[in-house]
């Protein structure tokens, strides 16, 4: 088993290194063998193409490191996975550039969607209505987080994390206020 995970890092890092060059398309599999002496027989025992290799990447690098029992509040949580996103953003940058059948974004938004009930457990409280809220918090904080990653910025994760949060706290007092003075809606309890 040792002896696989050092063949399979030493894919990865190749790849990775590779990426850092030239676009993920013009990538093959013999360029990642030769990166790090390997032969393609190699490659193809642990990986069914490089897609694979890059959701590898993410699930032992992010997924398999996560333990959201650990954290006392989402917003905790999703600092970590920003910091986490921030000290490989070259990687997420070309991976998430990946476009078509097997794209990284698709497996990425299948990881990072169940984490967002946690994220938001601290705002949301049951309600018929919360599948919806879910949905919506979800696709607007996706959308930033792919945003974050992929332009070229400075922007820090306790930065976009703390624009984050101060936006939705903004869009809860304004809905609030507009509730209040709105003689005919309901009075939030």
């Known amino acids: 088993m040792a002896d696989s995970n050092i063949t399979k890092n030493a894919l990865a890092s190749s790849l990775k290194s590779l990426m850092e060059q030239?676009?993920?398309?013009k990538i093959n599999v013999n360029d990642i063998c030769e990166g790090c002496g390997m032969n393609r027989k190699s490659f193809?025992?642990?990986?069914?193409?490089k897609y694979d290799l890059v959701n590898w990447i993410f699930y032992t690098e992010f997924v398999s490191h996560i333990h959201v029992e650990l954290y006392d509040n989402g917003w905790d949580l999703l600092v970590d996975v920003c910091r986490y996103f921030e000290s490989e953003r070259n990687f997420y940058r070309c991976a998430l550039a990946i476009k078509g059948q097997n794209s990284f974004q698709d497996y990425f938004l299948e990881i990072i969607r169940p984490l967002i009930p946690i994220f938001l457990?601290?705002?949301?409280?049951?309600s018929e209505d919360q599948q919806f809220l879910l949905n919506f918090f979800y696709d607007g904080l996706i959308s930033s987080l792919i945003r974050w990653l992929s332009e070229e910025n400075e922007t820090t994760a306790e930065e976009f994390t703390g624009h984050l949060k101060s936006v939705l706290l903004l869009f809860a007092e304004e809905?609030?206020?507009?509730?209040?003075?709105?003689?005919?809606a309901p009075q939030p309890d």
């Open 121 to 126: 457990s601290d705002s949301l409280k049951t």
């Open 22 to 25: 030239k676009p993920f398309q």
């Open 44 to 49: 193809y025992y642990h990986f069914k193409d």
């Open 175 to 184: 809905i609030f206020n507009n509730l209040k003075d709105t003689p005919s």
